[in-house]
């Protein structure tokens, strides 16, 4: 689905030139067996979104304003893909995360109108409110009307 030769498609308006993305081979931390020390299978992927001239300006500032730990205070995102046992298979997990994390920004948030509550609603909390009081009155020391 997503082909590193080309682009990294996000959305139907937003794709990502492979040019921008920087993908390295490391090696994978953790058991492995006999190849762990000798195979780079784990993958990083370096994208940035400071200096990415393909990303609107409203998806580079709610990128950079997100509470990400994968994006550094240079506005680099870093994405870091060891669990499959390919390296193939770990390129194309990371590109699938980095698509993933732009296309949530690329979500406008919907702006929350302020709204009132009903008069019913407001006449309902205020009975609830008498009633509660009364409750509390009655829970009062007994008094002998003699």
């Known amino acids: 689905m997503l082909k590193m030769s080309d682009a ?3 959305n139907d308006d937003l794709a ?12 994978a931390q953790g ?6 020390n000798k ?3 784990a993958v990083h992927l370096r994208f ?6 393909s990303l609107p300006e409203g998806v580079r500032s709610r990128l950079l304003a997100s509470n990400d730990s ?8 870093v ?20 698509r993933d994390v732009v296309g949530a920004a690329a979500v406008e948030p919907k702006t929350r109108k302020k709204t009132r509550p009903g008069k019913a609603a407001a006449e309902q909390r205020l009975a609830e409110k ?8 009655e829970r009062g020391p007994v008094r002998s009307d003699d």
Not at 31 to 36: D, E, R, S, T
Not at 48 to 53: G, K, L, N, R, T
């Open 8 to 10: 990294v498609i996000i």
């Open 16 to 27: 990502i030139p492979a040019a921008e993305i920087e993908i390295s081979a490391i090696r």
């Open 31 to 36: 058991a492995g067996g006999q190849n762990v």
């Open 39 to 41: 195979v780079a299978s």
């Open 48 to 53: 940035d979104i400071a200096q990415s001239p």
């Open 70 to 77: 994968r994006i550094s205070g240079d506005g680099i995102l």
């Open 79 to 98: 994405i870091k893909s060891q669990r499959h046992r390919t390296q193939e298979r770990n390129r194309r997990a990371a590109l699938e995360r980095l």
């Open 130 to 137: 008498r009633r509660r009081s009364k409750i509390k009155k």
